[in-house]
């Protein structure tokens, strides 16, 4: 445990580098899963099957091949991010972490989108139909009507759906991110022999940690837009 | 129907069975060098000492790494791993009148660099010869003697890269595996330690240009460097010095005087020197004088 608190500076950066990883991922795979949901349940039936390949492709692969599919095939498929290079302070987002963020996103959304379907499923059919009724045309029934009930809906799966998503975040270790889980390969290497419990310890709380704040938010969220019934 | 079925599913067992049994026959012989088993050598150790115990038993297990070509690799069709870790970890096992070459008497088991020491404090492992660096944090709890190599950490790039030494990659991504050492000097020195699984994968991501340059020890990278000749090299000083040496438990002080007198006979009758020549040499490595042991402490 002593080795973590001789360099805490590198714990924190670590951590930061997990939740820089987690915050742009949720993000995106939260704007991409909508799409996908809209999709699938939409009036267009190339859409609705394109999404539901999709969905059944992406979320029955494991995410260690979809992070080296990109990782490694991505380059010679001239999937590249060479180009991006951006510096905030003292962390450094280079093409490893576009290929991290995009095997994450790919992978997440396709669960935001099945959670935001359950979610779909939940809203009374007679809510849509008034919508159509009243002359909004699909995209307003889904802006206006449907999904803002679907999300408060679906809004404790889709927590557990981005708390999956924070824990995933430790493949990126192996993927040339010097995110947390790497950092604690790190130490393990250097000084596992004497305190391996106290550092598996230290890392296993900076992930509750993080959880637990993000848990708490969305019971928040959930008793706000709690509907009246 | 039903019978259908399972007639199809004994047909496909039927036929990796002998898919299985092809790839054995593949490699019979390339256990690397041969050596000479010593006969009753159980007589040769006093009664007590755990050398006696493993050559009365006639079993062994050595932990070896199976990832890294010239030091400790394993195929996928290999009954037995190679490289130079393996050809001393043979020698000591051959000391005690155990063949190496038989998978009953002597099993090779995988060990990464996380569960080296675990391995050999639960006694899964007799020995550990897999590029085991010494540091004075794991002599306080597992027993390690040697060195029987030692070995610094360069830089391999790509062929028309006009980077010269580590230094010129200050602020730059250079790749290794995560949670080495290799990394941690690579930090040291000013770079960005890139973590990847193995060091394949770095050579990977060097030859498809997302990082500039990889490192780890020379020897290993002296490996990649002839697999991908002219496309690759390998550049500047060793800025680093890994001394590898040979893990026992410290439940068996008594080891280390045995392994010592055996890595001593070995650089003065020249096995050692073919041991190098015969896994690293191929990759154009010069085979160095051996290294003096450390004195073993007082049991």
């Known amino acids: ?229 | 129907m039903r019978h259908t079925r399972i007639k199809a599913a004994i047909a496909v067992l039927g036929l990796s069975l002998s898919l299985a049994a092809c790839g054995d026959a593949g490699s019979d012989d390339d256990g690397g060098a041969d050596v000479e088993v010593k006969e009753n050598a159980a007589d040769e150790f006093d009664d007590g000492t755990y050398m006696k115990e493993l050559a009365e038993a006639g079993k062994i297990t050595v932990g070896v790494k199976y990832d890294q070509p010239g030091l400790g690799f394993k195929g996928a069709t290999d009954d037995i791993p190679s490289g130079f870790d393996v050809e001393i970890a043979k020698l000591l096992v051959a000391d005690l009148g155990i063949d190496p070459a038989d998978t009953d008497a002597t099993t090779w088991e995988e060990t990464i660099s996380d569960n080296r020491e675990p391995f050999l404090e639960q006694g899964k492992v007799d020995l550990v010869l897999a590029s085991y660096s010494i540091t004075d944090e794991r002599r306080q709890v597992v027993g390690q003697t040697g060195p029987y190599f030692t070995t610094g950490q360069q830089v391999l790039v790509k062929s028309d890269s006009d980077v010269e030494s580590i230094a010129d990659l200050k602020g730059e991504e250079v790749c290794s595996v995560t949670g080495s050492t290799s990394i941690d000097r690579i930090n040291e020195e000013g770079a960005k330690g890139v973590g990847f699984d193995s060091y394949s994968e770095c050579v990977q991501k060097v030859l498809d240009g997302t990082v500039s340059a990889m490192s780890t020890d020379g020897s290993i990278l002296a490996g990649f460097a002839a697999q991908n000749e002219g496309q690759l090299k390998v550049i500047g000083d060793e800025f680093s010095e890994e001394n590898i040496g040979v893990g026992y438990s410290l439940e068996h002080p008594e080891m280390c005087e045995w392994i010592n007198g055996v890595l001593e006979e070995s650089f003065e009758n020249g096995s050692w020197e073919k041991a190098f020549e015969d896994t690293l040499g191929p990759s154009g490595v010069e085979t160095p004088d051996p290294p003096t042991l450390d004195e073993c402490p007082a049991a």
Do not use: H
């Open chain 1, 1 to 229: 445990m002593k080795a973590v608190f001789d360099e805490f500076d590198a714990y924190l950066q670590a951590f930061g580098y997990t939740l820089a990883l987690f915050l742009v991922s949720g993000v995106l795979s939260l704007l991409l899963g909508t799409v996908l949901v809209a999709m699938r349940v939409g009036p267009v039936a190339v859409l609705r099957s394109a999404a539901g390949v999709y969905v059944t492709v992406v979320r029955n692969t494991p995410l260690v091949i979809v992070f080296a599919f990109f990782s490694f095939a991505g380059p010679t498929l001239s999937i590249q991010f060479n180009w991006f290079k951006v510096s905030i302070g003292d962390y450094d987002f280079t093409s490893l972490f576009c290929y991290a963020v995009l095997s994450l996103t790919l992978y997440t959304s396709t669960f935001v989108c099945e959670a935001l379907r359950a979610g779909i499923n939940a809203v009374p059919l007679g809510q849509a139909e008034a919508a159509r009724a009243i002359g909004l045309p699909f995209g307003g029934v889904m802006r206006q009507v449907v999904l803002p009930l679907a999300f408060r809906a679906a809004l404790p799966p889709l927590a557990s759906v981005q708390i999956a998503l924070i824990k995933n975040t430790s493949v990126a270790a192996v993927f040339g991110i010097a995110e947390a889980t790497a950092n604690m390969r790190s130490l393990l290497n250097d000084f596992g022999a004497t305190q391996r419990f106290g550092i598996f310890a230290c890392f296993a709380l900076g992930y509750i940690v993080i959880v637990e704040v993000f848990s708490f938010l969305s019971y928040r969220l959930e008793r706000r837009w709690r509907v009246a019934t």
